[in-house]
Nanobody
């Protein structure tokens, strides 16, 4: 079955960096649209970045220039490199997958989700 497992979360000071990983299994990873989302405390889940099977990337305006999404199809792994982190980046971060060809930054655009990893940024 489809499995997505995030790792790399933790606590960091403002201005710091983290790299999140998402290990995928149970499906043909290279063909899927992959995305990163987050859910801040008390708020709705929001899209951050996506990357399709051709490597085309999309970013939400509020992370563009600070976050970079990438994928390694040989390792079935998705990455999110986060830099210049701010306290408002504190959230649970999720990776998601969908077999449809068009990648979006909408929660509704993804069929499969990981359990999430906590990122806490202190000032």
């Amino acid at each position: 079955q489809v499995k997505l497992e995030e790792s790399g979360g933790g606590s960091v000071q403002a201005g710091g960096s983290l790299r999140l990983s998402c290990q995928a299994s149970g499906f043909t990873y290279s063909r899927y649209c992959m995305g990163w989302f987050r859910q801040p405390p008390g708020k709705e889940r929001e899209g951050l970045a996506s990357i399709d099977s051709n490597g085309i990337k999309k970013y939400a305006d509020y992370v563009a220039g600070r976050f970079t999404i990438s994928r390694d199809n040989t390792k079935n792994t998705l990455y999110l490199q986060m830099s210049n982190l701010k306290p408002e980046d504190t959230a649970i971060y999720y990776c998601a997958a969908d077999p449809r060809g068009y990648c979006s930054l909408s929660v509704n655009g993804y069929s499969y989700w990981g359990q999430g990893t906590q990122v806490t940024v202190s000032s």
